[in-house]
């Protein structure tokens, strides 16, 4: 069996997903890796390696001593803290994604996955329904990196046949991992607040409906997109995907049907205006089409699920 190499595993995204992965394959066949240390979750069930993905030799030596045929890539500064540095978040999010088709190119690695986000849309798609070639034109530096990365991934594709493969995700909620600076964080913050007995401070507006997705979801499309057979992908950008569209409001809402006493107030600050840019929910027919992407949870499923996991003794607080 090939290789597989997780970089950036110990982040929201990869470590659910390279323990599915492990579940998936044998937990031996997949290489974990982050410039920071191991997460908690993924130790003891395969190999970790630390690596710093900006050093393109180090990645080079690594797939060629483990004979890796197969690559995630999972490093990105998401749109809130990248609004924060925006020259650091873009050479953080490209130079990762060129280093590694290069060496993916150089070293006949055979497939990589790599991440794009619903923040390709701008103010100017279309709020409902935003359909895959929908107008491009991102209001931050997230949005941009990742736009001009589905133009490398098409490149790779058709100039070096690397069979790069990708989704735009929508904001992922998950018990397992901490949110990562991202504008989409307050449904993950709202269920520890809820859980601690805090009242909760959204940084949205109550009716800022935002496509969202759980983690299982999520983890789930991008294994069953990279198991699809090559004949049958035919976006080489990034896949539209879709979940669960809903507001604070409604999540709010959800919860109190479980835990009665939880408080909300809204203080919008500079995420509202990065939210107002995106579109409110997506059209992912083509995924549907090509590889039967079908997602499992609702907004009730994905509530009950969250309170189920998060004990009080793991809820943290977020209060600023």
């Not at 690559?71 to 060129?98: D, F």
């Not at 003794?313 to 600023?320: D, E, F, I, P, Y």
């Amino acid at each position: 069996m090939n290789k597989i190499l997780v970089i950036g595993a110990s982040g929201q995204i990869g470590t659910e997903l390279t323990l599915a992965l492990r579940q998936h394959f044998s937990g031996e066949m997949v290489i974990a890796a982050d410039l920071k240390r191991e997460a908690d979750l993924l130790k003891g069930t395969g190999p970790f390696l630390p690596l710093d993905i900006m050093d393109k030799e180090i990645l080079r030596v690594q797939v060629r001593r483990h004979e890796i045929k197969t690559i995630y890539l999972l490093v990105a500064m998401l749109s809130a803290a990248g609004e924060k540095n925006p020259l650091l978040a873009w050479q953080l999010n490209m130079q990762s994604l060129i280093n590694t088709l290069e060496v993916a190119r150089e070293e006949s690695v055979t497939k990589v996955f790599w991440p794009s986000s619903i923040a390709v849309f701008g103010k100017d798609a279309p709020k409902q329904n935003c359909p895959q070639d929908a107008y491009s034109a991102p209001s931050t530096v997230y949005g941009i990196s990742k736009l001009t990365g589905e133009q490398w991934c098409h490149y790779y594709y058709y100039r070096y046949g690397i069979d790069v493969r990708s989704i735009r995700y929508p904001g992922l909620i998950s018990y397992k991992t901490l949110p990562g600076g991202g504008t989409t964080d307050y449904a993950i913050e709202i269920f520890h607040s809820a859980i601690r007995g805090e009242n909760y401070t959204c940084f949205l507006r109550a009716d800022q409906r935002l496509p969202m997705m759980y983690m299982d979801d999520a983890v789930r499309a991008t294994i069953e997109l990279m198991e699809a057979p090559a004949a049958k992908i035919s976006v080489r950008t990034a896949y539209n995907l879709a979940g669960i569209s809903f507001t604070p409001e409604e999540i709010a809402r959800e919860i109190k049907r479980l835990i009665p006493e939880f408080t909300i107030e809204y203080q919008p600050d500079f995420r509202q205006a990065i939210a107002d840019s995106w579109p409110e929910s997506i059209d992912d027919h083509i995924a549907a089409r090509d590889w039967g992407w079908k997602p499992s949870f609702n907004l009730k499923k994905m509530t009950e699920e969250m309170i189920h996991h998060i004990s009080p003794g793991l809820a943290v607080s977020t209060k600023r």
